[in-house]
């Protein structure tokens, strides 16, 4: 048995990142970056006016101030601004010479034809100053930068109209177990429906990944090989759920060694999620998950994304809260790190959900996070601060 971090390390450790490609702005979304990133222009290129006014010298505000011309977005001025002078300018537009100051159209009247005053005491510059916000050929992004909306605009702002990334991984996945049928079928008395397949396919797309969906293989050896053989000749990585832990049926861990797989772990102190395996094999992965659909949606959280984002060129690290927990919380066996469902309030207290086990999955609807609760400790009073990772 390996700890989660002594897991989280592993799988760090055995995988290697994809190839590059070049792909068009459109489809970034949480792509990786391959390369840093450099500006090809000062941002903003100009001074730049941030508000619609006048643009004057700040010496200037208390005189009434001759007009020269109006200055639009997107065209240069033509004339300087002397003494007691000044030109309508929009936000936006280039600030033009001798001017230190743009003063709003709200804080202006006009004189008489052709003159306006400031009729306030004061004002900010309300200036953007050139190379304020990046200069040319700055780093803007760096290489491993998993990219979000808000790194597209910067993308889009120094002209990377084609950034090179990392190539997505092929990700199959299957649902082991003689027991399951499909969402839209009935199941029997003895079977259940595939949950999991459904559940991690969400949690894939979430990612940016669509994932090939293999279908539900039934408990038998030669069956279940044949199905992981054909996923790992198609795709560069593999995700199963179910047939890892010890039941007669449970062949998963046999039949990667049979095909010659690396098994880096099957077995961790993590509840939910004992039996996980990760196996490798020149530029082949595989993850196999527990059957019951709690198990499988944590370790894919935990392990999972930390693996198909190193994949891509990414080390992933999710977003952490630490909250204070609004009730005693006790637990009886301290030997795993455990993970619970929990939700938060509008004080922004950690409310552990009524949860049954790793097979009550309904729990999770009810849920913003999972909290940790860490290998030694039986429990947490009221108003503890407690780790929550969001879901
Ligand atoms: N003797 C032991 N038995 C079990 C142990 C153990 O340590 N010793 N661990 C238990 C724990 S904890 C878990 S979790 C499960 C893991 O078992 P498997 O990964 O081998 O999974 P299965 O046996 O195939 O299924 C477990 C459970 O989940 C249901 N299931 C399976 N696949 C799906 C699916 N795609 N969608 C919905 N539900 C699914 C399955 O019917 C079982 O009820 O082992 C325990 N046993
Ligand atoms: O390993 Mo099981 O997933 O602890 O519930």
Request: glycine share 6%; hydrophobic share 40%.
């Amino acid at each position: 048995m390996i700890t989660f971090h002594e897991a989280l390390k592993t799988v760090k450790h055995a995988t290697t990142k994809l190839d590059r490609e070049i792909i068009d702005l459109s489809d970034c979304l949480n792509r990786v970056l391959a390369e840093d990133v450099l500006s090809d222009m000062s941002l903003p290129p100009f001074n730049k006016s941030a508000m619609d006014g006048y643009a004057c010298k700040q010496s200037d505000l208390s005189e009434n101030l001759e007009v020269l011309e109006v200055i639009a977005a997107g065209s240069a001025p033509t004339l300087n601004i002397g003494e007691k002078q000044c030109s309508r300018i929009m936000t936006g537009a280039m600030v033009p010479e001798g001017a230190d100051t743009v003063i709003m159209i709200e804080h202006t009247e006009e004189v008489d034809e052709g003159h306006i005053r400031f009729t306030k005491e004061k004002t900010k510059s309300n200036i953007c100053l050139k190379g304020e916000d990046i200069l040319k050929n700055d780093v803007v992004l760096t290489k491993g930068t998993r990219l979000k909306a808000q790194h597209i605009s910067v993308l889009a702002s120094v002209g990377c109209s084609s950034p090179v990334v990392y190539r997505q991984p092929k990700v199959a996945t299957i649902a082991t177990g003689s027991e399951l049928v499909e969402p839209q079928d009935k199941p029997n008395k003895s079977q259940i429906r595939n949950v999991n397949s459904w559940q991690l396919l969400a949690q894939l797309e979430k990612i940016g990944i669509t994932g090939n969906y293999y279908g539900i293989v039934a408990d038998s050896k030669e069956a279940t090989k044949e199905v992981i053989s054909k996923c790992i000749d198609e795709n560069d990585l593999l995700i199963i759920s179910g047939g890892v832990s010890v039941g007669e049926y449970d062949y998963i861990p046999q039949i990667l060694k049979e095909l010659e797989f690396n098994i880096w772990f099957h077995t961790l102190t993590v509840k939910p999620g004992k039996h996980t395996v990760f196996a490798t094999r020149q530029g082949k992965y595989v993850f196999a998950m527990p059957g019951n659909p709690v198990s499988s949606f944590v370790q894919f959280e935990l392990l999972g994304k930390a693996l198909v984002f190193r994949l891509m060129g990414h080390d992933y690290h999710p977003a952490i809260v630490r909250l204070p927990i609004s009730c005693d919380y006790k637990r009886k066996r301290i030997d795993r790190l455990e993970y619970i469902p929990v939700r938060l309030n509008a004080n922004n207290q950690v409310i552990p959900v009524d949860y049954h086990g790793s097979a009550h999955i309904n729990a999770f609807t009810q849920a913003d996070g999972i909290m940790a609760i860490p290998r030694g400790v039986d429990e947490f009073t009221e108003g503890e601060f407690v780790h929550v990772r969001q879901i």
